[in-house]
């Protein structure tokens, strides 16, 4: 049977916060299927908290070097709290074959969608119009190790 690449990713991703993220918690809200293209109806992946600062963080794993925005289903739903103080609400993508992992804000997106474009590119990491975080990642046979710690850095 195949690996999931994105659920292990998201498994890893729990372990990491841990280890970056001392004295804090990350809570993954359980997988509810909509029925409408086995698309999930949550909210984002997970909920962490590490004082002052909340994240919705939604994961998404990808091959190749886009993430078509069309594969971004909670974008919608994130919306209504953009603006709610020390919340930071964003996407968590592994690009896999490039062994990069980055924090994309939710107010990147909307950036990306305003200018009508149809993807995150990996070459937006290094663009300086376009606020993206780099995770520290060292890859571990098939899956990153990452520094989540950066996230405290981040900003709206």
């Known amino acids: 049977m195949a690996i999931n690449l994105g659920k292990k990713f998201e498994e890893k991703i729990k372990e990491c916060w841990y280890k970056t993220m001392p004295d804090s918690f990350i809570l993954r809200l359980p997988d509810q299927q909509s029925g409408y293209a086995h698309t999930s109806s949550n909210i984002c992946d997970f909920i962490g908290f590490k004082s002052p600062n909340c994240y919705f963080i939604e994961c998404k794993s990808i091959h190749g070097n886009t993430l078509p925005l069309a594969n971004l289903h909670q974008y919608e739903k994130m919306l209504p709290y953009k603006d709610v103080k020390?919340?930071?609400?964003?996407?968590?993508?592994?690009?896999?074959?490039?062994?990069?992992?980055?924090?994309?804000?939710?107010?990147?997106?909307?950036?990306?969608k305003n200018e009508n474009k149809k993807s995150v590119h990996i070459?937006?990491?290094?663009?300086?119009?376009?606020?993206?975080?780099?995770?520290?990642?060292?890859?571990?046979?098939?899956?990153?190790e990452s520094d989540l710690s950066v996230l405290e850095t981040v900003h709206k």
């Open 123 to 144: 070459n937006m990491l290094d663009d300086k119009n376009y606020y993206i975080v780099s995770i520290p990642s060292v890859k571990k046979k098939v899956f990153m």
């Open 86 to 112: 020390n919340l930071f609400i964003g996407f968590l993508v592994w690009w896999i074959d490039l062994d990069k992992v980055a924090w994309v804000p939710l107010n990147t997106i909307t950036q990306i």
